[in-house]
Structures are given as structure tokens and as C-alpha cells.
């Protein structure tokens, strides 16, 4: 049986200005979908790259928060899957100084089909000037998801 569908990846430099960035992604999207694309992927951080980790933590929403609603509305519209990497989500109430990394998948009718909370955290230390622990202000996933039937 063949199966060709043509995908989309996307990168753009992402800031802590949101709506800058949903007005790159979205460009980026309509573009590819234009040119055929089936599945759209966008970078980790597609929605803000902020300047720290409290920054991050203030910034980040719910997945059924406004921003990933507009992403849902994209993907309807356009009738494209999109993978969105690095997706800030809003931690629990109990853990309000911290978020998830989650990837979101949203099938073709804008409708969330799969989210993955990063389980792997980055963390770096280079002597005593780099330091980078994503644990600081992420909350690990626990566990691993299953393989999603997508074009």
C-alpha cells in the first residue's frame, strides 16, 4: 500500500512576545498547508521563549487556555495536523510555580489528540558560570505516550 502525505517543519527564533509569535506560526502554517502539507510541525517554544523561568511559569496557559485555542481553530480552518513542540501548559493549583513542557498533537478537525509532558528534563551545569535546570520551574511527565494514527 502506499501512503504519501506531505509534511511541514517549521522554525522560526520564537521571544516572549506571544502574539508575535502565533502571527509567525500562523503565516508559517497557511503557507505550508498552501503548498499541501498534511501535518505541520513547530519548534519547542513555538509559543514564547521567555527571558526566565519565572517569566515562563507567569506566561504559561492552560491546554484549553486562549492561545492553544487559536491553534485548534488554525488547524480546523486548514484542515492540517499540527505538532506543536515545547507547548508552556500551566501547572497544577498545587505546583503554581511551575509547568509542563508538553507537545500537543491536533488532529485536522482541531481537536486534541495526544499531549506528551517532557519526562526527560534538561538540565546543565558548566563549571560555575552556566548553570540551566529545567526542574527549577518544570514539572517532569510520567510517562511515555503511545504511537497516534496521523496522516
Known sequence: VKCASRIAACQFRSNADKERNFSICEKLVREA????AKTVFLPEGFDYIAESGKQSVSMAEPLDGPLMTRYRVLAKELGVWLSLGG????????D???L???HVLLD??????????KTHLFECQLGDSVSLRESKWCIPGKEICKPVASP
Request: proline share 7%; with cysteine; aromatic share 10%.
Open 33 to 36: 498547508a498552501g503548498k499541501g
Open 87 to 94: 507547548f508552556h501548559e500551566q501547572g497544577p493549583a498545587e
Open 96 to 98: 503554581p510555580n511551575r
Open 100 to 102: 509542563w513542557n508538553s
Open 108 to 117: 485536522d478537525a482541531g481537536c486534541l489528540s495526544a499531549v506528551y509532558r
